[in-house]
């Protein structure tokens, strides 16, 4: 599958911004998507992911302020962020794996083996 992101940008803090993932390849239900970020000089880290275009599953740091869907007819994830922060700067990337049962969330950047190409976010205070 292949993955483009974008809709990052420049926002003052408090403000919002909708980042979008374009899949090709394989239709998305079939895969969990997930939305990763990666600030200067840090890891990688999970931020939200979405299963079946109805289960998902945040880190608590975004909970209450950033939301995840996907349109499986566009086959698009989105991810909704809102009273953004100057700590949610980063370059966001989304990615993929295949699904195949179970219940166990993926949050390490090592088990997607799809990625994006980034968009980056810049939160200003």
């Known amino acids: 599958v292949q993955l483009q992101a974008s809709g990052g940008g420049l926002v003052q803090a408090g403000g919002s911004l909708r980042l979008s993932c374009a899949a090709s390849?394989?239709?998305?239900?079939?895969?969990?998507m997930a939305w990763f970020r990666q600030a200067p000089g840090a890891e990688r880290e999970f931020v939200a992911a979405i299963r079946s275009s109805d289960r998902t599953y945040n880190v608590d740091s975004v909970k209450g302020r950033f939301t995840i869907s996907s349109n499986n007819a566009k086959n698009t994830v989105s991810l909704h962020m809102n009273s953004l922060k100057p700590e949610d700067t980063a370059v966001y990337y989304c990615?993929?794996?295949?699904?195949?049962?179970?219940?166990?969330?993926?949050?390490?950047?090592?088990?997607?083996?799809?990625w994006g190409q980034g968009t980056l976010v810049t939160v200003s205070s």
């Open positions: 390849g394989r239709t998305l239900s079939s895969y969990d």
């Open positions: 990615a993929a794996r295949a699904f195949f049962g179970g219940s166990r969330w993926y949050t390490g950047a090592d088990e997607y083996g799809y």
